[in-house]
T-cell receptor, first 112, second 108 residues
Framework: NAGVTQTPKFRILKIGQSMTLQCTQD?????MYWYRQDPGMGLKLIYY???????DKGEVPNGYNVSRSTTEDFPLRLELAAPSQTSVYFC???????????FGEGSWLTVV | KNEVEQSPQNLTAQEGEFITINCSYS?????LHWLQQHPGGGIVSLFM???GKKKHGRLIATINIQEKHSSLHITASHPRDSAVYIC??????????FGTGTSLTVIP
């Protein structure tokens, strides 16, 4: 089982560049999430989706955009990258809000 | 102010020791999750509980809803248990708060 797959694992961006973090899950989960993890801080929710075509902001959405055109995919778009977006990003999914959460392996992003 | 507080922040134990990691929270929750983050970064869900106690192998998780407190216990600890353990609480809906984690090192 692939579970939750996110790419790339590592990326260095220059200030002002844009990029997309890809996330796909093969468990037919309705709920998908994007989190960022900063050193010494707990995971913070960026955006989430409860199903195809439905997305909503989390705690720290500024500077990011998402889309959910299919159940499987939930890409995270960074527009005009800033040093404050240097972080580790985790995609996750669950069948529903009360179910076990499955995480991807993480994407290390550095903005210089 | 953190809605979720974990203690200790760092913990070093000898192989075989009994380990306890604590989690306190300040909000009403519908469930609490214990997660394990490996040194390479991957995060695995260990437990999800809303009352009582759950056991899986050498891991035991308990929760006291009235006291807003949960504990994760590891019996007969092993070096492969070395990881960061994260407590997360789910409010109603899709809102989660995560603790900053407890870094555990088990020495052979």
């Amino acid at each position: 089982n692939a579970g939750v797959t996110q790419t790339p694992k590592f990326r260095i961006l220059k200030i002002g560049q844009s990029m997309t973090l890809q996330c796909t899950q093969d468990m037919n989960h309705n709920y998908m999430y994007w989190y960022r993890q900063d050193p010494g801080m707990g995971l913070k929710l960026i955006y989430y989706s409860v199903g195809a075509g439905i997305t909503d902001k989390g705690e720290v959405p500024n500077g990011y955009n998402v889309s959910r055109s299919t159940t499987e995919d939930f890409p995270l778009r960074l527009e005009l990258a800033a040093p404050s977006q240097t972080s580790v990003y985790f995609c996750a999914s669950s069948l529903g809000p009360g179910n076990t959460i499955y995480f991807g392996e993480g994407s290390w992003l550095t903005v210089v | 102010k953190n809605e979720v507080e974990q203690s200790p922040q760092n913990l070093t134990a000898q192989e075989g020791e009994f380990i306890t990691i604590n989690c306190s929270y300040s909000v009403g929750i519908s469930a609490l999750h214990w997660l394990q983050q490996h040194p390479g970064g991957g995060i695995v869900s260990l437990f999800m509980l809303s009352s009582g106690k759950k056991k899986h192998g050498r891991l035991i998780a308990t929760i006291n809803i009235q006291e807003k407190h949960s504990s994760l216990h590891i019996t007969a600890s092993h070096p492969r248990d070395s990881a960061v353990y994260i407590c997360a609480v789910r409010l109603t809906g899709n809102q989660f708060y995560f603790g900053t984690g407890t870094s555990l090192t088990v020495i052979p």
